[in-house]
Nanobody
């Protein structure tokens, strides 16, 4: 029902910023809670943030104060602003859509993008 495409990844120096985008090229995000996850090589996919349809947000502790998730339903797009990036933030970042009320688990999301690579150099 929903096809998600992430973009905006790249290589950035530690302390720098990136803005990721997640566009629904098929279907709509307007009725869905939207999340960001990341996965580094050899590690489990971990929750980063979500933005509810109400615009309420929730963040993993390791990104609080550094990342901001937002949505523009008119553009069918979700964003992840990442500031003060650290080498530990290096991962593939995935966008996902959910109907769960406060989704922080992989299993609570029904649709996933293919990810965009973020690399932070020291």
């Amino acid at each position: 029902q929903v096809r998600l495409v992430e973009s905006g990844g790249g290589v950035v120096q530690a302390g720098g910023s990136l803005r990721l985008s997640c566009a629904a090229t098929v279907g709509t995000i307007t009725t869905r809670n939207m999340g960001w996850f990341r996965q580094a090589p050899g590690k489990e996919r971990q929750f980063v943030a979500f933005v509810h349809v109400s615009l309420a947000t929730h963040y993993a502790d390791f990104v609080k104060g550094r990342f901001a998730v937002s949505r523009d339903d008119a553009k069918n797009t979700v964003y992840l602003q990442m500031n003060n990036l650290e080498p530990e933030d290096t991962a593939i970042y995935y966008c996902a859509a959910s109907y769960a009320s406060a989704p922080t688990l992989v299993a609570e999301y029904d649709y996933w993008g293919r990810g965009t690579q973020v690399t932070v150099s020291s």
